[in-house]
């Protein structure tokens, strides 16, 4: 049996990250963390299959807004290891893609299923990720830099006239025309900031200034 999860179904899927994802991964040891990403509207953001009872895979996603033909995005996919059906996370899929979103994507893929994501029609492609090192460090305890890139010299002016204003949603709402992008794909509109009982401010920061021979690296 294939449904959308309820929010009863989060211990046991919890459970399932745990045995058969990853040990010790965050959603499957801190609840309020799960609840907090996938809780919505009295259900769970969780695509889950049954088995005599028992959840036998699931397929995460992510809303891009509160209304019910948002896009969604695709999180985990996983199907346990003793399932005997080699086709119940396609059909996990086609589930969720028969809901009435709007669109169905993913982002960062697992390489291994590149191919089937091509084969089921999806347009996949490669996003390309830029930085700037802070070439004051000595030593990097978590980034990974070729010395190559870290030889390419730069200079940079960083702009001085900065403003910044603490705004709230109603205010944002007259600042940023949101109903442009409704037929974006994917888009984002002012519900999703509203989402949870988060007490979310907003900070606006008006550029007066702009960067000079600032280079970026890519990976």
Known sequence: ??????????????????REWKQNHILSKNKDFFLYEYASKGALNFVISKS???????????????????????????????????TLGLRMLSYLQSQGYKSVMSSGINAATEEIY???????GDLGHYYIPNRILETYNIAKFKKE??????????????????????????SFEFTKFLNKTPCKILNILKSGSLNIQFTIMRCMGFLKGLRFSRY
């Open 1 to 18: 049996m294939i449904y959308t999860a309820m929010l009863s179904d989060a211990d046991e899927i919890m459970e399932f990250i745990e």
């Open 52 to 86: 005599e009872d028992k959840i036998n895979g699931i397929l995460g996603f992510l809303k891009s807004s509160l209304d019910e033909n948002s896009t969604v995005w695709t999180t985990m996919w996983k199907v346990s290891k003793s399932n005997g059906s080699p």
């Open 118 to 124: 091509k084969y089921l029609g999806f347009h996949v």
């Open 149 to 174: 890139k870290l030889d390419i010299s730069c200079s940079h002016e960083m702009p001085t006239n900065l403003i910044f204003k603490q705004v709230t949603i109603q205010e944002l709402k007259h």
